[in-house]
């Protein structure tokens, strides 16, 4: 596993800017590049980074399709708190170039969530499996809504959301826990880590425990983003807030041989 620090969450975020487009660029496969995308405040400033590359003719979408991580149950796209809504309004709708039909986004108002979600795997496999995933983590580690103790292998599926989290989430929802959906839609664990490249983006104090148990820890269900570790093409990518809880030497390592990454 690699582990990018930097200085700061914004030069996180324009280093995992510059990775993706990178990644998009060298892309020549006959076949779409396939992005997985997060939701939360972590990625934010990624995607206005992409965004201004993608205006600045530094990146194109065209030949981009994405799947992102998770929905809320229940609440339909023109939800503010949506998680559809969420990636218009601070991605897809500022692009040049994405392609609507390009952008795959878990169904939260479905009728049939099992078949939706097994839907959503089928279309994944139709394009090759997914390049390169995006993620954020939780403060008790979970990655898209794979809360402790889910399977290390699960696949895209219906989730309960803990109450820690909807605790933590209900900033988005007028600060009360009871308004956060109590069931989301999200991808697996099994399903993140069969892509072929992991980046996941790790940045503040409240989540240096987490971080610390992805790099530094056995690898466990009770840290579902443990699972990272089997990964052969994982990287985090973090700034020095998050990096409270590992070990001097541990940081100093990852300072040391990613010093080329530095910005
Ligand atoms: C939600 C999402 C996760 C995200 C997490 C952390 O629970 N389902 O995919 O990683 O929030 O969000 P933030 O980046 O705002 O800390």
Known sequence: MRVVIQKDYEN?????????AGK?????EDRPFVLGLPTGSSPIGVYKELIALNKA???SFANVVTFNMDEYLGLPREHDQSYWYFMHDNFFDHLTDMKPENINILNGMTDDPEG???????????YGGIDLFMGGIGVDGHLAFNEPFTSLSSRTGVRDLTTDTRIV???FFGNDPEKVPAKALSVGIGTV???????????????ARALAAVVEGSVSQRWTCSALQLHNAAIIACDEEACGEIMVDTYKYFLDIEKNERL
């Open 12 to 20: 996180m975020c324009k280093w995992s800017a510059n990775y993706i």
């Open 24 to 28: 998009i660029n060298s892309h020549k």
């Open 57 to 59: 003719g530094k990146v």
């Open 116 to 126: 939706e979600c097994a839907r959503y795997e089928e279309k994944i496999a139709s």
């Open 169 to 171: 989430n209900s900033r």
């Open 193 to 207: 880590t069969d892509s072929k490249e992991v980046l996941v983006l790790i940045s503040g104090h409240n989540k």
